[in-house]
């Protein structure tokens, strides 16, 4: 039925065109042969085609375009008779002879163009002769392209400031209100387009009033491109006209689009020093007029015209745009109860860019117009969909202008706003805030503020009640969360009181993580705590146990151990193990024996009660040895209890090529180089020894097990801790002991039962050519690798 309805149209507008084409033939031919008579019989005939009520809006406008060309044509023609013989004042009546009204009046604005350039009477008089006849035509289509077309052959002629129509006679005020009553009555037809038909065509005439809304809106440019409008004859005739047709209209589609199209036509000064009167204008506009877009529309340009050069800067001091604007936004809020939140923060965001372009050394502001947002939203419960993005924008505004988060911390009203942000968008707000931090390199050196701050993004610390059922991106979580190990890591302060209440203040946040979040903030705490740690120690040495300051090392390692005890309960035994072993190398270096051993028995406690992966015990044992190796504060008998138990963690691992390299990594626990009472050349050899024993249980199970006796790359890496210590000067390694090893690898390699492994042949050429590298090198130490025999 529409595919009908449409080709009906098609058929119709051919129909006009064909006829218009034909009545155009016989105009030209009459222009052509003078004869003005049947010019205008033929040209009124050609114009009779645009009296029809059978074309949209979209197909009228095609059909007028071309009577607007054949227009033109005569319009050229009239001005040339002028010139020759024939009276304008004559052809002026002689036209108001045609039939049919429409007709009468396109050829009547067409001569009425001519008449007023030829100045042979005011244009001002002509003006008002053709925008009042033009009134003969009611029907709102046929009557919006007429006026429109008055428009467009007189906007060159109007009497405005250097025009040549401008006289004694006529002035800008004529032209103003020549602009002024078409647009009036422009209005009113595109308004009564919306009251005609049944009312299940409503969406169809809305439709078709968007198509003709730039008609209507022609005029209001025109009035903005008048030179003689100056702010005063705009302030008291322009805009009080045009608002007065605005709010009068009572329609929500002409009120929406005439009151955009203003602000955007009108220079911006106009409308700063015309805000009162503007704004007035808002709170009687229809409930369903979307007014949040309009005014935001105004306040961008607003905040525009202020960044564009600080010297207008004053003018908004001066007019008072600030408390204008809020009050405006007030009342619209007010007017309009069922206005969304979303509309409602929109505003408030506008306002908020508009107060950070003009007043941005003004926080009292910022935080007011989040404190009318607070009190908006509250209710409401937590916000969703557009009403979260424009909180976002809301908030992310301060930080973006200011490029320090110290600001949004004084703004009493800014934790609020966040409070009713759903949990995926207050993590997209903390995200912000620290991306904001880590950008601008802010520097937050105190506890109270640092406390505010995690606050805010507690979306990113907290366990919320949300999380149980988000299904978040593993790498969207670990991506955040390092986010926020990061900002741990910035926190500073000189002052080591200071900085130990930030690292107080830091844990009682991050404790209310939960098991997942945990692992990623706990340690850059613990690290930051030994950084500062290390500051106490190196500012004073000597600094007595009785000290009355809290940032004590001993004080500080105290909150670790708590710390990391919450981590190895989460559990997170490897990281945790891995901590304890980091603080016992600090205790280490600040000579507090007691505090790394209890560090060390929480790292050793770990391992025996919650390590039990094999390969997690085989990491975990090395940073054991490698970290009790680097130990220099314990005394005799706390070493060779710690020894004593990582040497017995070694032969007690699950595979025996495992087994082997732990037990003769220990011997570097009892042969340290730069402490000389560590230094037991026989417990060095009783550990090389045990490793070999258990290399050699190792390549007779690989016999049992596989019918080869596996690699011999065991017996190699023993044979070159073996040359380490003889290097080293431990006696107990002997020539004959690593003569020994070399024959055992040499043959076990040419073994038949051997495996080929060719990593193991490059390690054992390798060790030889070290050897052998050694004796080249002359003096005491090639005499003593002089006796090995390769």
Known sequence: MISDGVEDEEKWLTAGIAGLQQNAFYMHRALDSNNIKDALKYSAQMLSELRTSRLSPHKYYELYMRAFDELRKLEIFFKEESRRSCSIIELYELVQHAGNILPRLYLLCTVGSVYIKSKEAPAKDI???????????????????????????????????????????????????????????MNKLWVRMQHQGPAREKEKREKERNELRDLVGKNLHVLSQIEGIDLELYRDVVLPRILEQVVNCKDDLAQYYLMDCMIQVFPDEYHLQTLEILLGAFPQLQPSVDIKTVLSGLMERLSNYAASSIEVLPEFVQVEAFAKLNNAIGQVIEAQPDMPVFGAVTLYSSLLTFTLHVHPDRLDYVDQILGACVNKISGKGKLEGKATKQIVALLSAPLEKYSDIDIALKLSNYPLVMEYLDDSTNKVMSNVIIQSIMKNKTHISTADKVGALFELIKGLIKDLDSDDNDEMDEDDFKEEQNFVARLIQMLYNDDPEEMLKIICTVKKHIMTGGPKRLPFTIPPLIYNALKLVRRVQSQDENASEESTASATPKKIFQLLNQTIEVLSMVPAPELALRLYLECAEAANDCDLEPVAYEFFT????????????????????????????RMHTFGVENRDTLTHKATGYSAKLLKKPDQCRAVYACSHLFWVEDQDGIKDGERVLLCLKRALRIANAAQQMANVTKGS??????????????????????????????????????????????????????????????????????????????????
């Open 127 to 185: 003006l008002k002769d053709l925008v009042e006849m033009c009134r003969g035509i009611q029907h709102p289509l046929r009557g919006l392209f007429l006026r429109s077309y008055l428009s467009q052959v007189s906007r060159d002629k109007l009497p405005d400031i250097g025009s040549e129509y401008e006289g004694d006679e006529n002035t800008v005020m004529d032209a103003v209100e020549f602009v002024l009553q078409n647009f009036t009555e």
């Open 602 to 629: 929480q790292a050793y406690i770990l391992y025996e009660e919650e390590i039990s992966d094999s390969k997690a015990q085989v990491t975990a044992l090395y940073l054991i040895i490698g970290t009790l190796q």
């Open 709 to 790: 006796s596996g690699s011999v790359i065991l017996f190699i890496e023993i044979l070159n801790k073996y040359l380490y210590f003889f290097d080293k000067g431990n006696t107990q390694i002997t020539v004959a002991s690593i003569q020994g090893l070399i024959e055992l690898v040499t043959t076990e390699m040419q073994s038949d039962t051997a495996t080929s492994d060719p990593a193991a042949d490059a390690f054992f050429s390798s060790t030889i050519r070290y050897i052998q590298s050694q004796k080249a090198k002359g003096g005491a130490t090639a005499e003593k690798f002089e006796q090995i025999k390769v």
